[in-house]
C-alpha cells in the first residue's frame, strides 16, 4: 500500500492550493485518512482529518479556511487551502488507516511542500 501526496506549491497570501493524496496498491477498505504537517522545527501536528463516513475535524488554526474531503471510489482524499497565510508553510503528510484483507495498518505518504510567501 501506498499513499502519495500532490498539489504542494510556493503561493502567496491570501492564496489557495488543493492538496490530493491518492492511495493504492492491495486496499480492501479505507478508514479514517487524516492531513498533518511539520514546519521546521516544530513538532508534525493534526491539520484536518476525515472518517470514512465523512465526519470531519479541524485544528482551531485552520478552521473557516481549509476543507477536507474523500472520494472513496477514487481511494483519494483532497486538502482545498484558502486564505493560506506565511505560517501555513510545511510539508504536508497523509495518513489513512487502511485494511488490506488482513488488519488495519496505519500508512504515511512522503509529503508535499507548502510554502506561502511574497
Known amino acids: 500500500v501506498q499513499l502519495e501526496e500532490s498539489g504542494g506549491d510556493l503561493v502567496q497570501p491570501g492564496g489557495s492550493l488543493r492538496l490530493s493524496c491518492a492511495a493504492s496498491?492491495?486496499?480492501?477498505?479505507?478508514?479514517?485518512m487524516a492531513w498533518y504537517r511539520q514546519a521546521p522545527g516544530k513538532q508534525r501536528e493534526l491539520v484536518a482529518a476525515?472518517?470514512?463516513?465523512?465526519?470531519?475535524n479541524y485544528a482551531d488554526s485552520v478552521k473557516g479556511r481549509f476543507t477536507i474531503s474523500r472520494d472513496n471510489a477514487k481511494n483519494t482524499m483532497y486538502l482545498q487551502m484558502n486564505n493560506l497565510k506565511p505560517e501555513d508553510t510545511a510539508v504536508y503528510y497523509c495518513?489513512?488507516?487502511?485494511?488490506?484483507?488482513?488488519?488495519?495498518?496505519?500508512?504515511w505518504g512522503q509529503g508535499t511542500q507548502v510554502t506561502v510567501s511574497s
Open positions: 476525515v472518517t470514512r463516513g465523512c465526519s470531519t
Open positions: 495518513h489513512a488507516r487502511i485494511s488490506d484483507y488482513g488488519s488495519e495498518s496505519p500508512y
Open positions: 496498491g492491495s486496499i480492501f477498505r479505507i478508514n479514517d
